[in-house]
């Protein structure tokens, strides 16, 4: 079936995806080697340092040259991905008329058809129960003035996961992670706290505790992550009230 037992990590040189590659390491000791894919050598370089098993692959999944790299080298290898973590992606946190066309045009590169590509990709290498986790977002459930492409992106990343979580099922164990506001280094390339609107600010989690719960769940085989009590409740009332009555408190 394959050699290697590995973890696949995509956006692991920073926040959520440093801290899944962090947390695999102590989890799943067994695992023969973590890749860990971002474009950011030298945080990779860094995270080494406490991974020992990391194999550091300095890929940028939107270029389709890397894509082809990143295809080749599985095909050479043929691991067993025990686990994929598909996290790479970036959002702006301002209204479309002030973000630049190329921002936007690289939030739906990257957090769709790059996600996307990742899932078709690896998908040969999955079997037997692999544990998959689809990092989507709380703002999935609804459309966000101000955060627009992001949150489209990620209602994709909902949508795509839930269809294949059927596909697959059998293959592995689809889990889809959507968190609120988490406190990593992605709020600030996003435009920092001081853009993020004051309600949001009131529930940031820890990294920590939203990238355990999502290992946990995706253990049980659960279709949803869903960490905190305001999570939950947004998305609960966007499954009761019409968008257009919750647009008018964003």
């Known amino acids: 079936m394959g050699n290697k037992k590995i973890a696949l990590v995509t956006g692991a040189s920073s926040g959520m995806g440093r801290e899944f590659v962090l947390q695999i390491h102590k989890r799943y000791p067994n695992l023969e080697e973590i890749w860990a894919v971002a474009r950011n050598t030298k945080a990779l370089e860094q995270l080494r340092k406490k991974v020992p098993k990391l194999r550091i692959c300095a890929w940028n999944l939107t270029s389709p040259q890397d894509l082809q790299r990143f295809q080749e080298l599985l095909e050479k290898e043929k691991p067993q991905i025990k686990i994929l ?19 936007l ?27 998959v986790l689809c990092l989507s977002s709380g703002a999935a459930f609804v459309p966000q003035p101000g955060f627009a ?100 408190f964003l």
């Not at 946190?93 to 190329?102: F, I, P, S």
């Not at 045009?105 to 692999?130: D, R």
């Open 85 to 103: 973590v598909n996290s790479a992606g970036m959002g702006i946190q301002k209204t479309v008329e002030e973000t630049g066309l190329e921002d």
């Open 149 to 248: 492409a992001y949150a489209a992106s990620k209602s994709y990343v909902l949508s795509f996961s839930r269809a294949i979580r059927k596909e697959w099922k059998g293959r592995a164990k689809i889990t889809i992670v959507c968190p609120g506001p988490v406190d990593t280094p992605f709020l600030e390339k996003m435009g920092g706290k001081e853009h993020m609107p004051a309600y949001k600010k009131y529930f940031l989690a820890k990294p920590e505790a939203v990238v355990e719960k999502a290992l946990k769940d995706s253990e049980k085989g659960k279709e949803l992550s869903v960490y905190g009590y305001s999570v939950k409740a947004l998305r609960v009332a966007c499954k009761i009230l019409p968008h257009s009555l919750i647009l008018k």
């Open 105 to 131: 045009w690289n939030t739906v590169q990257l957090n769709c058809t790059a996600f996307t590509a990742v899932l078709k990709i690896c998908y040969p290498y999955c079997h037997n129960g692999s544990q």
